[in-house]
């Protein structure tokens, strides 16, 4: 080996071991590349250390063991395996939590006399809990977001066709997915009106002004947060069921409604209506806010 050389790792050319352990112009020093091979390894021990040049499998001359070669093959095999395994107790995990959460919200919505009976109805049931359960949280987090309306109608068919005088509750929920798209389009057209109101005054204002205050009006001047989303969309039948249990005083409205899930539907339509009337009216205050402002002069 010649004396100008310079190891690749260490970048030193100490008169060491060297070695060129491949086709390559790279060359090192024996102990370096046996260090730099057994970190590899401890990072990736299932593949094979190859030259980062040229890609060549560096040939080792070790010792060589039957019991170690297998035991190698079962730990590379558990490692290749352990994101897997992970993967799928996570997953299976997310499914108890979300089939828990699923029997919670029926529970609180319907009431128990209502769940054990569908609990208990076995033939009709069985094969649904498993599908619907789950997907109740699932759906509530994806009502969040545009395009819901498209997807929810499925879950109507999940729910049991059970009636007693009254409509089944998968038409129900059909209804009620109807009426919420209706209530959507009339509150985007109040935006949009709203929107025109702010456009109107574009000849007395800066155009940039107008362009914020739009903004405001979209809640697009501030980051949405998704976890307050999620949140907020898992914790809707808990609230409907507060506010169905205080509609449940009034006598005339149990007559019309006597149904706990009845209530606690309107109760989540009264909830949601005040959210986003309380929604437009703090955007309307931030926009006045906004209008208001003005740069004081320094004082010395």
Known sequence: MSES???????????????RPCQCSLVCHESCLLYW?????????WKQVRCPQCASTYQLAEKQSLSLSVLNVIRNAALTAVPYVGG?????????????YGAYTVLTLFGNKQTEQWMNDT????????ITLPAISVALVASQWKGADLVLPSIA????????????YGVLLSWLIVTRSVYRFLLHAIRQWLSWRIRSDMGVKDGRAIQQELDILHGRDRKRDVYGLILSALMDPVISRVVG??????????RYLPEPIHRNIVGGCLYVLFKDVMSLYYRYERIQQFQSRHIGHYRR
């Open 157 to 168: 068919f999940m729910l049991p066709h059970y009636t007693n005088g009254y409509p089944s």
């Open 88 to 100: 799928l107790c996570l997953g299976g995990s997310l499914f108890i939590s979300a089939t828990t």
């Open 245 to 254: 249990s205080y509609l449940s005083h009034s006598r005339s409205l149990r």
């Open 123 to 130: 033939p009709s049931w069985a094969w649904k809990t498993w």
């Open 5 to 19: 050389m310079q190891c690749w790792i260490c970048y030193s050319d100490s008169d060491e071991e060297w070695v």
């Open 37 to 45: 091979i057994a970190e590899n390894e401890q990072r990736k021990p």
